[in-house]
T-cell receptor, first 113, second 117 residues
């Protein structure tokens, strides 16, 4: 199936630092979504992007839908301990015919005290 | 969004047995999905379970192994049949809120953590 290349795989940062992660694909996506998953929980939707070039914020989080429709990034500013978790990008393929989402492999965010 | 619950939250099962996982939503939704998340991995779509139609399975997943029911607009079940240790995963349901929402904005339940011995 289609793959989303998500990077980095993991990040070790200090509290207060800014974080940036991204997803790319060789295919065009209709929608990009960013989720956060805490241990033992289901993914929680952070930001949804529906238009190429769209830039959307949710508190300290900002995400953009790439102009080529093949990539997206998520930035977290001034990280805090509760930001720890796994962040997944996900998307729905343009004209894919299926309604399910394709997920990236995740970015594991670790905040060092 | 929607409030989604799953039962059981976790289970440990013997190989060769079957487990039925329930997904309950607090509002009516047309579209529900079942995903699998193997240990340390990302999520993979198993099937789409829309009310009023047969479930649609993704490549690599078959109805005999993962039968799905969708009896109404707030409930679905996924059965993992004839389990083997390779079926040890987190199974998650997701929904698109409402009866005519965007198919691409999905909200997830808390997951069912299955361990097969």
């Amino acid at each position: 199936g289609q793959q989303l290349n998500q990077s980095p795989q993991s990040m070790f940062i200090q509290e207060g630092e800014d974080v940036s992660m991204n997803c790319t694909s060789s295919s065009i996506f209709n929608t990009w979504l960013w989720y956060k998953q805490d241990p033992g929980e289901g993914p929680v939707l952070l930001i949804a992007l529906y238009k190429a070039g769209e830039l959307t914020s949710n508190g300290r989080l900002t995400a953009q839908f790439g102009i080529t429709r093949k990539d997206s990034f998520l930035n977290i500013s001034a990280s805090i301990p509760s930001d720890v978790g796994i962040y997944f990008c996900a998307g729905q393929l343009l004209g894919g015919g299926a309604d399910g989402l394709t997920f990236g492999k995740g970015t594991h965010l670790i905040i060092q005290p | 969004s929607a409030v989604i619950s799953q039962k059981p939250s976790r289970d440990i099962c013997q190989r060769g047995t079957s487990l039925t996982i329930q997904c309950q939503v607090d509002s009516q939704v047309t579209m529900m999905f079942w995903y699998r998340q193997q240990p340390g991995q990302s999520l993979t779509l198993i099937a789409t379970a829309n009310q009023g139609s047969e479930a649609t399975y993704e490549s690599g997943f078959v109805i005999d192994k993962f039968p799905i029911s969708r009896p109404n607009l707030t409930f679905s079940t996924l059965t993992v049949s004839n389990m083997s240790p390779e079926d040890s995963s987190i199974y998650l349901c997701s929904v698109v809120p409402g009866l005519a929402g965007r198919t691409d904005t999905q909200y997830f339940g808390p997951g069912t953590r299955l361990t097969v011995l």
